[in-house]
């Protein structure tokens, strides 16, 4: 009789659709960008700022959640989060005053976020051992699909009907969509009396875990959370401010949102590419490759000054978006293994939502100011230099933990 499959991959698809339907949304906010610009009159420090709201208000309580997560379990926490997403993007079609804009993205859909990758990644790294980075990629591609095709739907919708419309259609989706997948969400193997990469092993021997003492008193933990807020600098930059800055380039509405899913469908190779890596060559090596491609993505976006040229950008920037998105959370099971992984990982978060929140909301403040991205845009690339400079003081991977993966 065939053995079932094993339930881990049920938590691997859910968290791939949970993924893929909120960082999906969060492309399409920079669809979103030019159609409150142009009703509104707002300048776009204000409706960058409404981003950088939801990403503090998303890290500070992807703390709470991943302690959450370690003591109670994924399944409630996701499901009040779905709906506070889904919810947020329903009233984001109601919109007249900036305070509502505020409130609804910034504060309603900041907290519909706040488990999306804490809490899934979170799991899935108990559910695997031998296969986590594997895993982590597969739930990270979930997040590459839905920037390629969330954008690029909601931008149909916008043609078609309306910003106001491809909201509601967008957020009773999400809400459905995400509150479904909450429920196959568990906590780890052991609540279903299995064993990590599945139950065939239950008379193998676990790996030993990594380090597990005190990470506040690491310099790695440090390191760590210092990458974490400058890659946020630069990615939640280049996601919220792509959009409009191909438009201001002469881009058609509909080619500047097919840079932005563009980025989203190559960062799936990136994901692929680093989950398939990192168990071999550890989180340091991931970390500096993600960088280089990173720094050379934005060399050529100081020069790209026709709207094909972000296409290429696209490509290379694509792989290294993705790419980031999935090397940290098996990098923080690697040096300080999975016992209160939720808890650290929600902090490395925080850290990475201020930058997140600082960026966006400066890059727009610069743009009122100079009638240009030029200045931003050069500033991340500096960010980039000093993340390369910091992760290349992170150890390589340690034996014991190159033992286990390879087991």
């Known amino acids: 009789m065939k053995a079932p499959l094993y339930y881990g991959y049920h938590v691997v698809w859910a968290s791939f659709l949970i993924q893929g339907v909120t960082i999906g949304g969060n492309f399409a906010y920079g669809v979103l960008f030019k159609e409150l610009e142009m009703e509104f009159g707002w300048s776009r420090a204000t409706i960058a700022g409404a981003s950088s709201a939801s990403l503090l208000v998303m890290g500070f309580m992807a703390v709470a959640a991943g302690r959450l997560n370690d003591r109670i379990g994924p399944r409630w926490l996701l499901t009040a989060s779905a709906v506070f997403y889904g919810l947020g993007y329903l009233l ?55 920037q390629l095709l969330v954008p690029l739907a909601v931008a149909a919708l916008v043609a078609g009907y309306g910003w106001r419309t491809a909201c509601v259609a967008f957020g009773a989706t999400a809400l459905v969509v995400l509150v479904a997948a909450a429920q196959v969400m568990r906590p780890d193997p052991e609540s279903m009396g299995l064993r990590a990469d599945g139950a065939a092993r239950r008379g193998s021997p676990v790996p030993p875990e990594p380090y597990t003492g005190s990470a506040t008193r690491s310099p790695l933990f440090w390191i760590l959370c210092c990458s974490q807020a400058i890659v946020f600098a630069c990615l939640i930059t280049i996601t919220i401010h792509i959009v409009p800055h191909a438009t201001d380039l002469g881009a058609p509405r509909a080619t500047a949102a097919a840079v932005i899913s563009a980025i989203g469908g190559i960062s799936v190779l990136g994901r692929l590419a680093v989950g398939g890596a990192i168990d071999r060559i550890g989180g340091r090596r991931a970390l500096i490759a993600c960088y280089a491609a990173l720094f050379a993505s934005l060399v050529w976006l100081q020069f790209a000054n026709e709207p094909w040229m972000l296409f290429v950008f696209a490509a290379v920037y694509g792989v290294a978006h993705g790419g980031f998105f999935k090397v940290m959370s098996p990098t923080v099971a690697e040096f300080f293994g999975t016992r209160v992984h939720g808890a650290l990982f929600g902090t490395v978060l925080m850290f990475g939502s201020i930058g997140g929140a600082i960026g966006p909301l400066a890059a727009g403040a610069v743009f009122d100011a100079t009638g240009s991205y030029r200045i931003a845009f050069g500033v991340l690339l500096g960010l980039a230099v000093a993340g390369l400079v910091l992760v290349s003081r992170l150890p390589p991977m340690r034996g014991r933990a190159r033992a286990a993966v390879a087991a």
């Not at 005053?97 to 488990?115: D, E, F, H, K, S």
């Not at 790294?125 to 739930?139: P, Q």
């Open 92 to 146: 984001f079609s109601r919109l007249q005053a900036p305070w509502q804009l505020y409130l609804v993205y910034g504060l309603m859909v900041g907290i519909g976020l706040c488990t999306h990758d804490v809490v899934t990644l979170s799991t899935v790294a108990r559910w695997f051992t031998r296969r986590r980075g594997l895993a982590s990629a597969v739930v990270k591609v979930g997040t590459g699909c839905g």
